[in-house]
């Protein structure tokens, strides 16, 4: 019988601390920014954002063209890391606030998808009625 993988706990980015280190987390928001040569992006849901890693997710088969698009609507799968140094974060563009984010807290991305017609106020609601 073939194994079942762990599932994913889908979390607000607000939420996202060193309490969940180690965890395996579905979350969703917004790209505000991609950096191609590290593979990091910014996730966020206002007024928090998150650091991702996406370097296992890159593959040529894979479209990922989204990427260079900013605003783009993202659900990401991975196991939250923590480092030891804050990281560096990708380039905000100047036109762009910049967000509340620990950069020393990183989302390894197992699995990433761009979700155009997810609505985020009700994702992060049903998180919250779960999580009641």
């Known amino acids: 019988m073939p194994q079942q993988t762990d599932s994913a706990k889908p979390v607000n980015i607000r939420y996202i601390t060193d309490v969940l280190v180690g965890s395996k987390l579905r979350?969703?928001?917004r790209l505000l920014c991609y950096d191609h040569a590290t593979s990091f992006m910014l996730l966020s849901?206002?007024?928090s954002s998150v650091l991702v890693d996406l370097s296992?997710?890159?593959?040529s088969a894979h479209n990922l063209s989204y990427l260079l698009e900013e605003q783009s609507q993202v659900m990401v799968i991975g196991?939250?890391?923590k480092s030891s140094e804050p990281l560096r974060p990708p380039i905000l563009p100047p036109y762009s606030d910049a967000p509340k984010v620990d950069l020393t807290l990183v989302l390894r991305a197992i699995m990433v998808k761009?979700?155009?017609?997810?609505?985020?106020?009700?994702w992060n609601e049903g998180i919250s009625a779960l999580d009641s």
């Open 56 to 59: 296992l997710c890159m593959n």
């Open 79 to 81: 196991l939250l890391d």
């Open 114 to 122: 761009e979700v155009p017609d997810l609505d985020l106020n009700i």
């Open 45 to 47: 849901h206002h007024p």
């Open 27 to 29: 979350i969703a928001g």
